[in-house]
Structures are given as structure tokens and as C-alpha cells.
């Protein structure tokens, strides 16, 4: 692999996980009526845009799976 494919993977990998960590919190002026916003489908529907479908269906079935394991 190259360096900016590595440096890419990296960088989505670290923005994965920042959204992960979001999404239990609400913090002031985040929430609209008591609901907040799903950050890891915010970040699935900007990643997947430059993808293919069916990395992008996997990578949504993943994520799925990654929200419904956090549920309380």
C-alpha cells in the first residue's frame, strides 16, 4: 500500500471512532427536542459516497451491528 492510502485509512479509522465515542453524548445545544443527532450514520453516508455499493452495504451492516453492541 502507499503512504496516502495508509495515511486515508487512518484518518477514517480515527473519525470512526471519534463518532463512536459521540454518540452516547448530549451535550448543550446538540439536541433537538431531545433527540441527537446518529453520528456514525452522519459519518457511513459521507465515507460511502466515493465507494461502491456493496462496501458501502457492508460497511453499513458493520456498523449496525457495532451501534446495536453499544445499546443499552
Known amino acids: 500500500m502507499r ?3 495508509i495515511l486515508g ?3 477514517a479509522l480515527v473519525a470512526l471512532v471519534i463518532c463512536t465515542l459521540a454518540l452516547p453524548l448530549r451535550l448543550p ?3 433537538l427536542m431531545h433527540i441527537a443527532p ?3 450514520l ?3 453516508v ?3 459516497l466515493n465507494r461502491p455499493v456493496v ?3 457492508a460497511a453499513g451492516a458493520a456498523l449496525g ?3 446495536d453492541g453499544m445499546a443499552e
Open 38 to 40: 446518529n453520528w456514525l
Open 46 to 48: 459521507t465515507w460511502s
Open 42 to 44: 452522519i459519518w457511513l
Open 29 to 31: 445545544g446538540m439536541t
Open 55 to 57: 462496501i458501502a452495504v
Open 9 to 11: 485509512l487512518v484518518g
Open 3 to 5: 503512504q496516502d492510502n
Open 65 to 67: 451491528l457495532l451501534q
